[in-house]
């Protein structure tokens, strides 16, 4: 399965129980991006997805996630076991945080494949990082 994060600048992804941003642009990305597959996400992070695409809501989305498809991860959990490709996308801001990404990419095995900044709705730039795992 492919995994989905939003980050900022010290890999924080929630506070207080809340997302950190969100934004217009990101979203129609991550829908473009999984335009061929299934797109599992929680009941929490499905209240900003109104534009459509192949969305599976389901809690227990990290268990039910197939291999080629995406989980967006905001407020549950996640496994990288079955984990191939980790996709982050960094808001280049510092935000309060109190959850981290803390998953060392390099030392369990991915190498990035691409970088590209682009313009949000309400971020003046949005990093994407491309994340595969070297024996998947």
């Given at each position: ?69 995406y989980c967006f ?39 990035r494949v691409s ?11 949005i990093t994407e ?8």
């Amino acid at each position: 399965m492919k995994l989905i994060f939003c980050i900022d600048d010290k890999n924080g992804l929630m506070f207080n129980g809340r997302r950190q941003s969100q934004d217009r642009v990101l979203r129609e990305r991550i829908l473009n991006l999984a335009t061929n597959s299934r797109l599992w996400m929680s009941d929490y992070s499905s209240r900003q997805f109104t534009e459509g695409g192949n969305i599976t809501i389901d809690n227990d989305y990290a268990n039910k996630a197939e291999k080629d498809d995406y989980c967006f991860i905001e407020d549950g959990g996640y496994n990288f076991e079955n984990c191939t490709e980790i996709v982050l996308y960094n808001w280049n801001r510092h935000y309060p945080s109190d959850i981290q990404f803390d998953f060392d990419l390099k030392a369990n095995g991915y190498k990035r494949v691409s970088k590209t900044d682009f313009a949000g709705s309400s971020h003046k730039k949005i990093t994407e990082e491309i994340y595969v795992r070297k024996d998947g």
